[in-house]
């Protein structure tokens, strides 16, 4: 095995088989589990660097092992210049978060292996989704990154918010990744590969399987959205705010909401030439920036703030890919940089708020300058960086994505001018609610919730957060840094050669638009703060979470009625439908197969051959009289009486066919069961009688019965005439006969085929008697509790076998 | 051809499906075995119209035989359907002694079967 | 010497000796475990020869096939043998460790084995008729383990299980004898090739559909499959492991072996058919699903969930989606087992199984909370798990047939999967009411979850080396759709009574 | 069944359930050359013993078969499935069978004995265990049960097993099932 590919395997296998032992590992280390989980993303970050420098960016390298080559899945892994960034990415949040996390997860919280088991498991699914070359790989580990996702938001599980959001979040992502699939299934069945790298290399045959590729984009497009919490199916985002900050950080706002800006990344060479490509992608992402940036400024809970303020960004990010060229996207990496470096920051910062002073809503805090001036020197900066303004990687971002966007305004028509419409309110709305969020926690005067909790936080838990705001001041300061490393992350076909960036580039219409989206930002946060952000909530309306969870209910109480309705719970109703099932499937097949032979027959059928013979004619419609007297007949003495009569005449039937075996048998068959039907009915009450008058059934159900009786009737008669017309050469009757004295030395030709030629049936049929009488002893030993139990009544599930334990026995 | 084999099949399957589809125990137990019956006659059938044939035991015939296998078959059918009928017996002997009551509607009239116990 | 009859004989006579041992006891139990163990061992050792390309014949009584019985173990029947001997091994153990053998019922290790020989003849006869018994061997040890340890409520559930399965029966039955009136033979090779040469006549389609209804009783598709879902939760949780694994699989196994092997393949009407009703089956299965608020009834909805995406690989009716079936098969049998096998821990922890009073077991018992994760997600379609991997066949199938409707229902029957899992994990695992005891006192958990996590490794397996099991699934599925081979295996050996075939 | 008893009715029932089971015999030993066999024998007996039954009472009918109807009934199967097995010790398939002509015996002259006869003898074996033991188990349970449980409870011995119908009052049989579990605790 090369190099690379040990690497590899240190980068991404390592934590996933770590995760386990890591769980294992923190019943004995307890809190410093989460040091030895450190280890991990710092491998990563360094495996993965070494990685790069070995294979000579900008290049691309492909590692595979074989998994399921008979479905084409396979260990296969692409490493370029978008895989590397995104990579890296992760494990360099990672090492950061869980550097964090071992500060903030203090002794109060229990269950720290598995804290960082989850985290680790869900840093390996991430660098293995960002990595994959494979697409149904890249689907395997997109859903192992949701299921991380689901067990860390759930991870304070003793609070109902956290298990709801946690299965919000695990149903809306798993359904989105669903769809997912099937776009992914349906690229495949065109391009007959799951290998990005071919893919990308060849291109897709859109001309020859034009709608059938747009539905496969599209589906995908919604794997995405869902992923990324775009509008709108943004809700589950701010829900999985629940788990703790550090995983807020890490998953709901660096790294795994930005797989679907990964994944419109990944596919955007393949499909930006679709005509559809850029108003999907533009519509969606432009509306969802508006309004997460809108429901941003709306919160007063300081993680939805944020979290709103991700949905917001998501949007932007995926709408840049909308808006692209044709010939690829500029900035794409500095804007995702970007929101890293503040938003990760800021989450921590809240993380750190929240910890010290216990308080979430933001219109109980101030004035935390004084008792936290570092951390308030680092909101500055990330809040600045959030608003855009000079000297931070905000301001670079927002001037490009201006510049952009004006572009786009030409090209692009209506849809441009929405973009840059939503862009532009987006951004001012953006510095309102940067202001509040830095203004309300940090300026003011101490509220009484910030005196009644305070405790200070180390200085060590603050080191990441400054970290991050520190890149976005050296980066916004001196962005000729980026030039080199975006070049050699530059994707052919995504990217176009990066122009270098500055800090200033004149007075442009990008700067006045920015200046005077300052000033009114402002201005409405003034406005807020006058009004002292009186609105109490998100209105109803606009809480789609709200109505998912309503419609869950619903839809329980549906399936409930549902289930009722079908009759499930009334098991007498069941043999109706079943019967009703038969006679529509097979008789409606037959009445439309032999309307043309009925027709046939009527002309040349012989007549002679319906002539019924005498003797059997007349014994069966005795037996039929004695039948239908069964039904007609009220009292049982007599309806048993009229079954006996037709069981014996059915041995005469026998008889008239040439069956004397079966004659014998059934009329002894017969006396044992009218004993026991005769005992069984000696028990019965006469008061059962007058209960079967009580519940008659209802005249609807009744003509119901007999139309199925009929038709029951009907079908089996046809069945009969049908087949029994041309039957079969009697091979196996004659050979039979032919061969019973030779072969099976007897002469009854039924009693050698019971014992003999069919011997096997034999052996069956008496297992089943066997099998009967147990079950019979067993439906009369009723199985009992215990006498204790039996004394307390009902008591649990009735026959689960854990009643009879032997503790209570004692 | 045999029309009458046939029409009393018809008739035995009709009138054991409408006591089937009856509440009391007695009358759906008459019917399983009316449609036990049935089904033996049924494959009865198969073995052809036995006009002019001899039962199938060698030696003592003087022509063509009728088919011995559907014999074979319904004599495995009759006892398992005695086997079923006695276990069907039982059954509900038992559920009369559980619930007391030997209506089928009764017993399960007002059960909430999405909460167990 | 021929030991083809052993999956059969093995359980019956374990069965037998068991009977006559009579009191339950330590020593019993143990000859009991043996004899499944050397099944289960015999079952591999079968599905290795069969992987590598022999097919197991037996004519008994030597009688040359269309005359007399013949037990046929190809690939797919020995698949089927190995899962079904692995269950009822990991489900007695199970009893073992969750009852003390001085409470066990006498009558329950003899049942269940004579219900695996049962299941096991269903596997590998080939012979109409014979099928027709070993599903009476199976469904009367069926009724009389369902009754065994039944209690008043739980004996009402079994009356329309009995009822609906007796009907089954005796249509059955008529099949039979219509396909005898038909073709002249029930043995499955010898319709194989007559029916071949009448592929036009309407009344091989009649029996075709005829047939699907009967079938599709024993498997479970909707609008048949009211007999289960209130009867399965009566049982004894080792039983209904048992159960939901094996019992409506041997129904779908037959819908693959009858339309696969034995009839036609042009019954085009009956295939949408079957493929249109497991897309209902899949949506009403998994509602069913939803309305239940215990653990078992949940279970027990979710097979019939399940076999709608089996069914609908049957309906869809290629080379891949006969595979995909086989693989579903071998993923769900074992799945749905060990989940019922969980759910039993969890009820012996929480003292029940109701999801208004569970709770707290993941803070208590996280490794079994791992083992239910593993399984609910696999149940799911999670991948990489094995659910995963059958549903993506099948989707690929759907989508290569442009059957995007029901392609959609399999999209949508799994997100519901996954809801009424999360159900179950948000109630039984992650709620921490303290009110929601649980009694880690019952030490017998610990030793259940042992026998559970048996089956979640290999389900792991299953999952992770997919590419082994999909294999075998397409050997299996090529072989079973060769008609013309399988006849030739058959009608080839020559026996007592050989006469040259007019 | 508490029948009505009577001298006549007992020595009539007698008499029959001689006849019946001497012809059974004669059908179980033709079966394979005319009508009757193993089913049809089995169930002649069965009604026989059903009858002494009605006449003896089922408390007297068990105090004269001294065994368990079940075990019949298992050791007939078993003698199916050996008569099965037989042909493997030869290597032969399962269930093929064999037939001896044995000339010259003794009072018989030519006799034809074979595997068949003995896999009849297994048929007769079940019919007769399982219709006798649901008919008895049955009948009794509709009787009183404390006797029947209790004998149940001596072959197949299990301490959580109640009487089916509470013909005793519940705290007496809490009593008996108590001395019970400590009777059969290890």
Known sequence: MDTNRILLLLAVVLPLLAAPVIALAGRSLGRRVGWFAFAFPVVSVAVLLLLAARMGLPGSLVIEWPWIPSLGINFSFLLDGLSLFFALIVSGVGVLVFFYANFYLDDHHEHHGRFYCYLTLFMAAMLGTVLANNLMLLFVFWELTGLASFLLIGFLHHEEKSRVGARQALLLTGFTGLLLLAGVIMVWQVTGTYDLATLLGSGLPLAEHKDWLTVAMLLMLLGAFGKSAQFPLHFWLPNAMAAPTPVSAYLHSATMVKLGVFLCARVFPLFVENELWAPVLAAVAFSTMLFGAVLALWSHDLKAILAYSTVSQLGYLIGYYGLGPLQGVEYDFLHILNHVFYKGCLFMVAGIVIHATGVQDIRQLGGLRRRMPWLAGICLVAAATMAGFPGTTGFLSKETMLKEIFEAMNGHGALGAYATACVVLTSLVKVAFSFRFFANLFLGDETEAVKAHFHAPPLAVQLPPLLLAGAALLLGVWPGLLAAPFHWLTVEGLHQPTPPLSLWHGVTRELLVSVAVVLLGFGVFILGQRTAWRWAAIPRALRFDDFFERGLELFSKFTKWLTRFLRADKPVDYLPVIIAFMLSVVGGFMVLALRPVLGELATRWEWNMLAPHPLRSFVAALISLAVIGVLLLRRWTTQLILLSVAGFLTTFYYVLYRAPDLALTQILIEVVTLFLILILLGRFPRSAELGEIVHRPSPLRKKLNVVLSLGVGVLMTTFILWFNAAPHENRLGRFFAENTVELAQGSNTVNTILVDFRGFDTLGEITVLLIAMLGGIGLLMRYKRTAAEYREGPLGQPGMGIQHSEEKLK | MQIESALLIGVLFGCATYLILQNSFVKILFGFVVLTNAANLLVLTMSGNPGGKYAPIVGDAAGPLVDPLPQALILTAIVIGFGVTAYLVLLLYRIFLDQNTTNAAELYEDQDTSEHT | ?502 | MNGPRSYIFNSMVRLAVFLVNVFALYLLLRGHNAPGGGFIAGLATAISLILLSLALGVQEMHRLLRFDPVLLAAGGLLTAIVTGLLPLLVGKPFLEHFNFHLHDVPLLGEVHVGTPLLFDVGVYLVVVGVTCKMIFVFAKSTQGLRALVAEEERRYSSPVEQPIEADVPRAEAEVGNQGKEKTHAD
Not at chain 3, 233 to 239: A, D, E, G, R, Y
Not at chain 3, 284 to 289: K, P
Request: some cysteine.
């Open chain 3, 1 to 502: 010497m021929n030991w083809t009859i052993l999956p059969i004989l093995l359980p019956l006579l374990t069965a037998l000796l068991a009977l006559f041992w009579g009191k339950p006891s330590r020593a019993r139990r143990v000859v009991v475990a043996c004899s499944a163990g050397v099944q289960l061992v015999l079952a591999l050792a079968l599905v290795t020869r069969a992987y590598h390309g022999e097919t197991f014949l037996l004519n008994l009584g030597n009688w040359t096939a269309p005359f007399g019985i013949v037990v046929v173990i190809d690939l797919l029947a020995a698949v089927m043998i190995a899962l079904c001997t692995f269950v009822a091994l990991v489900a007695v153990l199970f009893g073992y460790v969750e009852l003390s053998s001085r409470i066990e019922h006498p009558l329950r290790l003899p049942l269940t084995q004579l219900l695996v020989t049962g299941i096991n003849l269903a596997f590998c006869t080939g012979d109409l008729f014979n099928l027709f018994v070993a599903f009476e061997i199976m469904l009367i040890a069926s009724y009389a383990l369902l009754t065994l340890e039944a209690d008043d409520w739980d004996v009402k559930q079994a009356f329309p299980y009995l009822a609906i399965n007796l009907m089954g029966s005796t249509l059955f039955l008529c099949a039979a004898g219509l396909a005898y009136t038909l073709f002249g033979t029930l043995n499955f090779a010898d319709i194989a090739l007559r029916s071949a040469e009448m592929a036009d006549d309407p009344r091989v389609l009649a029996l075709g559909l005829l047939l699907m209804v009967v079938f599709g009783i024993k498997a479970g598709v909707f609008p048949l499959y009211y007999w289960l879902p209130n009867s399965y939760p009566t049982l004894p949780i080792p039983l209904a492991a048992i159960y939901s694994g094996m019992l409506t699989k041997v129904g779908v196994y037959v819908l693959l072996r009858v339309f696969g092997t034995v009839l036609p393949h042009s019954l085009d009407l009956v295939h949408q058919l079957l493929a249109w009703l497991a897309g209902a089956t899949m949506i009403f299965g998994v509602l069913g699903a939803i309305s239940r608020n215990f653990i078992r009834g949940i279970l027990s909805y979710h097979i019939l969930s399940q076999i709608g995406f089996m069914v609908l690989a049957i309906g869809l009716f290629t080379p891949l989606s006969f595979a995909a079936c086989i693989f579903y098969i071998i993923h769900h049998i074992i799945v749905k087992s060990s989940l019922f096998l969980i759910g039993g821990v969890g009820a012996c922890l929480n003292r029940t199984d109701n999801l208004d009073r569970m709770g707290n077991l993941w803070r208590h018992a996280p490794w079994l909370g791992v083992l239910f994760l593993c399984q609910a997600l696999s149940l799911a379609g999670l991948p990489p798990l094995s659910g995963f991997w059958g549903k993506y066949a099948i989707i690929v199938v759907g989508l290569e047939k442009g059957a995007y409707v029901l392609v959609g229902a399999c999209i949508v029957a799994s997100i519901l999967t996954l809801f009424s899992m999360l159900k179950i994990w948000n109630s039984a695992f992650w709620n921490s009411d303290e009110e929601r005891e649980v009694c880690l006192w019952d030490l017998r958990w610990v030793r259940m979850s042992w026998v559970v996590a048996i089956m979640v490794v290999v389900s792991l397996g299953i999952g992770l080396g997919a590419e082994l099991i999909f294999r075998v699934a397409q050997e299996a599925a090529t072989r079973a759709l060769d008609q013309e081979g399988y006849a030739r295996i058959v009608l080839g050996y020559v026996g007592k009574g050989a006469t040259p075939a007019p």
